[in-house]
Every structure is written in C-alpha cells, then in structure tokens.
C-alpha cells in the first residue's frame, strides 16, 4: 500500500503558474504509473495527467496539453505536475493517484487504486 500526499496547491492569478507536488511512502513508488486528476465544485472527477513507471510516457487530457506537464522522480518518490497559462476554469481540487495494476491506458478514475487527500489550487481572473 501507499500514501499520497499532495502539496503546492494556493491562489494564482490567470496567466500564471503553479507546481503541485506528490510525496508517496512505500519503497515501491516505481513499480505504479502515477495519475492526476481534478475535480472542480459541482463536477465529476476528470482525468489531467499520466506518466508511466519509468517516466519515459506521459499522457494528457486535451485542455491540458501544451500548459501542464507531468513527471517524476522515482529517487525521491515524488510526482510532480507543472502547471502553466493557468485559467479560471482551471480552478479545482487537484488530486494524485497510484496504478498498480497498470491494465489500461491509465487515463480512467477506475484504474487507480490509491489516491492522495488533494491540494486546492484557485486560479482568479
């Protein structure tokens, strides 16, 4: 088992940037591809990012390409999500998670077996 603990989230203005962070215990951070995801007030879930085991692939949702940019360090058990050209819709509570299973494209809530508690992340126009 692992825990997930999000940090980095605050107030930003658009245009601006933030880099959210994510420390997972456990000495077997490398073997999970690692996800973020979001959820803004009053909708479902949505999937933001993905990186593979090695960090070697990566995937995002389409608003997101080309603004975030997922990656990690598996020396230091952390997760990372860069977060540029913020926009209010961007406002959200930012969550990350841990595949175990790695049996789809990791871009699906089910896929994921750990997630962390999230960091808020508010974006003013």
């Known amino acids: 088992q692992v825990q997930l603990v999000e940090s980095g989230g605050g107030l930003v203005q658009a245009g601006g940037s933030l880099r959210l962070s994510c420390a997972a215990s456990g000495r077997t951070f490398s073997s999970y591809r690692m996800g973020w995801f979001r959820q803004a007030p009053g909708k479902e879930r949505e999937f933001v990012a993905a990186i593979s085991r090695s960090g070697g692939s990566t995937s995002y949702a389409d608003s997101m390409k080309g603004r975030f940019t997922i990656s990690r360090d598996n020396a230091k058990n952390t997760v990372y999500l860069q977060m540029n050209g913020l926009k209010p819709e961007d406002t959200a509570i930012y969550y990350c998670?841990?595949?175990?299973?790695?049996?789809?494209?990791?871009?699906?809530?089910?896929?994921?077996?750990?997630w962390g508690q999230g960091t808020q992340v508010t974006v003013s126009s």
């Open positions: 998670a841990a595949d175990r299973r790695y049996t789809g494209r990791g871009l699906d809530i089910s896929e994921y077996d750990y």
